[in-house]
């Protein structure tokens, strides 16, 4: 079993910049593939990032390419999401979220992963 647990929200203005954290417990993070999704109050949960084991790979939706960047410390067993030039729309609940294997056909798709963190609140001020 594994559990993942974020950190690192908060409340930050536009422009701003905010690190996450998403520490794993059960497996290594080395051998899985993490993701991160976030969902804004009153819409659907959408992927944000993802980080694969092998090969590595990352990916990254439209919205937060080149503002954001996903990376993992192995040996601290915890994956990051650095978040640059914040903007309002990026505020909602981040939730960080493992599977042990996956399709990049699949990869932003929340129904194929099977494990979850409770989440962390990034706001964004105008």
């Known amino acids: 079993q594994v559990q993942l647990v974020e950190s690192g929200g908060g409340l930050v203005q536009a422009g701003g910049s905010l690190r996450l954290s998403c520490a794993a417990s059960?497996?290594?993070?080395?051998?899985?593939?993490m993701a991160w999704f976030r969902q804004a109050p009153g819409k659907e949960r959408e992927f944000v990032a993802a980080?694969?084991?092998?090969?590595?790979?990352?990916f990254y939706a439209d919205s937060v390419k080149g503002r954001f960047t996903v990376s993992r410390d192995n040996a601290k067993n915890t994956v990051y999401l650095q978040m640059n030039s914040l903007k309002p729309e990026d505020t909602a609940v981040y939730y960080c979220?493992?599977?042990?294997?996956?399709?990049?056909?699949?990869?932003?798709?929340?129904?194929?992963?099977?494990?979850w963190g409770q989440g962390t609140q990034v706001t964004v001020s105008s």
């Open positions: 979220a493992a599977v042990d294997s996956i399709t990049t056909r699949t990869i932003t798709l929340e129904r194929d992963y099977a494990y």
């Open positions: 059960g497996r290594t993070v080395s051998s899985l593939n």
């Open positions: 980080s694969t084991w092998r090969p590595r790979l990352t």
